[in-house]
């Protein structure tokens, strides 16, 4: 009696185990990482204190253009990893 019933308990403990579902083995991302992503964005140009107002300017104007670039990087990480299975 004592054999059936560890006997029971064993085929409960390895049905538990199994799944209907498949496990994906594929880890790997279908859609690649490209090297502009990979870049790190560069530092914001610091305004010269001492400069004359067209200087300074172009030196806005240059971190804003800067700022644009960095944030079109960060919206494409984005959107790779929603596209990412999860």
Do not use: F
């Amino acid at each position: 009696m004592l054999k059936k019933i560890i006997l029971i308990a064993l085929v409960y403990l390895n049905t538990g185990c199994s799944t209907s579902v498949p496990i994906s083995t594929q880890l790997r991302s279908t859609t690649p990482v490209t090297d502009s992503m990979a870049e790190q964005c560069p530092r914001l140009k610091l305004a010269d204190p001492n400069g004359d107002m067209n200087t300074t300017a172009k030196t806005i104007a240059e971190n804003y253009d800067l700022y644009h670039k960095c944030a079109a990087k960060v919206n494409a990480w984005i959107s790779w990893s929603a596209k990412q299975p999860r």
